[in-house]
């Protein structure tokens, strides 16, 4: 993975101190909190309910063991022992004190890590591919890209004030594991006719009040101008997106009101003009960054045999682990979705030991997905049983990976100042609902998605099931959705009717799933059911 | 009118009166023979490149310097070719201080005067940067690692 050079390192230990001067400057007074609030946000931290909340960037999720480490030992030094991992693979501390912030980034940045633009209006943390690199589909690893774009997009002194956030992100498969087209900005990494890689650029994508999804701007984008024509996407619209209304100002609303061609029209424009300017690195830069994105020395006899006869690691092996490219090696993911837990929730021990699999079983690498769980990408098949082992006496190894109970949910009501509603409660309980293993494998992959405002955090418009809660005359009420999907099959959930009560949508959502079993043919899975019978069947049970 | 705080120019101070884009651009360019102008966030700033060759000053506003359409602004004139005055005025802020400077602007008049010492440490923050922006003659930190 990659690793800083003197360069790297000098920005980040710049933007410490540069906070550290700005937290010095809003205790003494010298900043209001009105003031101070773009700046904070600007380096991830929030004000939320009961206290500040740190966002640290896992740039497009990936994360050596060191770095794990240390953010386990921040949960237990400056926060209660947790952290929370998000749906844009970074991780959040909810207790945090202000003057303890620049001594938390300080240490960050002795692991080559930050917390810069993990908030604001400004260009986020790059996401891609948590299989990256270890996936049998992909054309090519995604995240050298990345990390150019991520380079390019910490402090442009051109984007740092956009209308709004910016999100991108970056894959290179067919099939989509990071909700591409749900970006500001998704760049899907291709080969043409010619046989030469190059990017290809959507825009427009999102979720929030309006779900959209990104239309494609351009097919092929060579890579000696990649970075040029991210910097006409973002120019034209710092100086066309809206800003006299915060809900209509990403850059989907733009692209909405202009028309995709138009849009196209004037970034092609300002592109023209941009290559004209000597912005672009070389491709030197780019292979440089590339070599740290080589394969790990795999054992090339290693052994492709699993002994299964255990049936709770089969399980385990069944629902948590995928192919990987190279023969005797398994891609696992760690759910951090135990029955009843927090979504996303990890202790400060558990990150640890997740740190430390990640160093003795997957070549010193984990990912954080943005279905709020861990993967170590490369493990030895031989070594599974005794990875699985440990992660079930640490409570790590719920079988649920894509099922019910696998559910996003954002933190909601019981942290954030935003929300309308609880999620937390909820997915604890649609979870115990579905506690029974041999329920969750008969239902398969089910990808429920909860999100307690308006602003849809926890992706409930990408849902198979996504529920949203709002505020119904101070009384919390859920609106239930079907058939939302953030695959290479994207498509925005419907809602169905009238809200429920919190016990009422768990009993909604357990008929919608009897509705499916007694309706699936062959190996449906619940979408795949619900886009060939339509909605009227669930309604009926539902409403009936 | 406000005072410049800071000017990295050697030339003589511009005292110009500024006019609207709207009004530097009316008739042709033959309505007025300002030398000055004030551009607003929303004015389209390319509206200025017939006759930018006449200009000594640009001043940029900031109403908030969360709007941030005057960085586009001013870099996009620089990348024309504009050699002449580059003024952020309005909500002007210590901490974006090195960014505006990165992006084109070379004097500075706050709406409330900043505080000195700070202001310095801002536009001395940043040794290295990773953009080349072309405009700020300086190299980017990609250029660094590959000497050409």
């Known amino acids: 993975m990659y690793k800083y050079d003197e360069y790297d390192q000098q920005m980040v230990d710049t933007r410490v101190a540069e906070f550290r001067d700005q937290v010095r400057r809003r205790i003494s007074g010298e900043l209001t909190e009105d003031q101070f609030k773009p700046l904070r946000l600007q380096n991830g931290l929030y004000l939320q309910l009961h206290a500040y909340m740190l966002r640290v960037a896992v740039p497009y999720g990936t994360l050596n063991s060191v770095q794990m480490r240390l953010l386990g030992d921040i949960a237990d030094k400056y926060d209660r022992g947790y952290g929370h991992f998000t749906t844009r693979q970074n991780i959040q501390y909810n207790w945090i004190k202000l003057d303890e912030t620049p001594d938390i980034l300080a240490e960050l940045a002795t692991v080559e890590m930050h917390a810069i633009q993990t908030s604001g209006n400004c260009i986020r943390n790059i996401s891609s591919d948590q299989f990256a690199g270890a996936a049998a589909d992909e054309i090519i690893d995604p995240r050298p890209y990345a990390e150019l774009l991520r380079q390019w997009s910490s402090f442009h002194p051109e984007f740092l004030v956009l209308p709004r956030k910016f999100k991108i992100c970056v894959i290179a498969s067919e099939t989509d594991r990071a909700a591409m087209r749900l970006h500001d900005i998704g760049i899907k990494m291709v080969k043409n006719d010619a046989g030469e890689i190059g990017a290809q650029f959507y825009a427009g994508g999102g979720m929030g009040r309006t779900p959209m999804i990104a239309p494609m701007i351009r097919d092929f984008v060579p890579l000696d101008q990649l970075i040029t024509f991210a910097e006409a996407c973002l120019r034209v619209y710092n100086r066309y997106g809206r800003r006299d209304n915060k809900y209509k100002a990403r850059i989907k609303i733009l692209v909405h009101e202009l028309g995709r061609d138009e849009y196209v029209r004037q970034v092609e424009e300002e592109f023209a003009h941009l290559l004209t300017q000597p912005i672009e690195p070389p491709l030197a830069e780019l292979e440089r960054i590339k070599a740290h994105f080589t394969d790990p020395a795999f054992d090339a006899g290693a052994s492709d045999d699993l002994d299964l006869s255990d049936p709770d690691f089969r399980l385990w092996v069944q629902r948590n682990t995928q192919a990987h490219k190279q023969p005797g090696y398994i891609v696992a993911t760690i759910s951090l979705k135990p029955i009843g837990g927090i979504p996303g929730d990890a202790s400060a021990d558990q990150i640890r030991l997740m740190a430390d699999l990640g160093r003795d079983h997957s070549f010193d690498e984990l990912r954080v997905t943005h279905a709020q769980n861990i993967v170590l990408p490369h493990v030895k098949k031989a070594d599974l049983y005794t990875v699985w082992k440990a992660l079930d006496e640490a409570g790590l190894a719920t079988p649920n990976l894509d099922t019910v109970g696998d559910i996003i949910a954002c933190p909601g009501l019981d942290y954030c100042s935003l929300a309308n509603a609880r999620s937390i409660p909820l997915a604890q309980k649609i979870s115990q609902r579905f506690a029974s293993p041999e329920r969750q494998a008969q239902i398969g992959e089910l990808k429920l998605k909860i999100s307690g405002c308006i602003n849809a955090c926890g992706h409930h418009h990408a849902g198979h099931i996504g529920i949203l809660g709002v505020d119904k005359k101070g009384v919390e009420n859920y609106q239930l959705s079907f058939g939302g999907s953030e695959g290479a099959d994207t498509s925005l959930a419907k809602i169905t009717g009238p809200g429920f009560d919190e016990d009422g949508v768990v009993d909604a959502v357990e008929k919608a799933t009897d509705v499916y079993l007694a309706n699936k043919q062959g190996e449906e899975r619940f979408l795949d059911t619900y886009r060939r019978i339509g909605m009227d069947p669930f309604k009926e049970a539902i409403y009936g | ?148």
Not at chain 2, 10 to 25: I, K, M, P, S, Y
Not at chain 2, 40 to 62: K, M, S, T, Y
Not at chain 2, 133 to 139: A, H, I, L, N, S
């Open chain 2, 1 to 148: 009118m406000v005072e410049v705080q800071f000017r990295f120019r050697d030339d003589e101070a511009v005292n110009d009166a500024a006019v609207t884009v709207d009004a530097f651009v009316a008739d042709g360019f033959a309505q007025t023979n300002a030398t000055a102008v004030r551009i607003e966030p929303g004015d389209d700033a390319r509206a200025l490149l017939p006759q930018l060759d006449r200009l000594a000053l640009i001043e940029v506003n900031f109403p908030a310097w969360t709007d941030g359409r005057g960085y586009s602004s001013a870099r996009l004139l620089r990348e024309a070719g504009y050699t002449g005055e580059m003024r952020a005025v309005g909500d002007v802020v210590i901490d974006m201080l090195g960014h505006l400077q990165r992006c084109g602007f070379d004097a500075f008049a706050p709406d409330k005067a900043l505080n000195p010492d700070d202001a310095k440490n801002a536009f001395a923050r940043w040794d290295n940067v990773y953009q080349a922006t072309v405009v700020d003659g300086r190299q980017a930190i990609w250029a660094k690692r590959h000497p050409a």
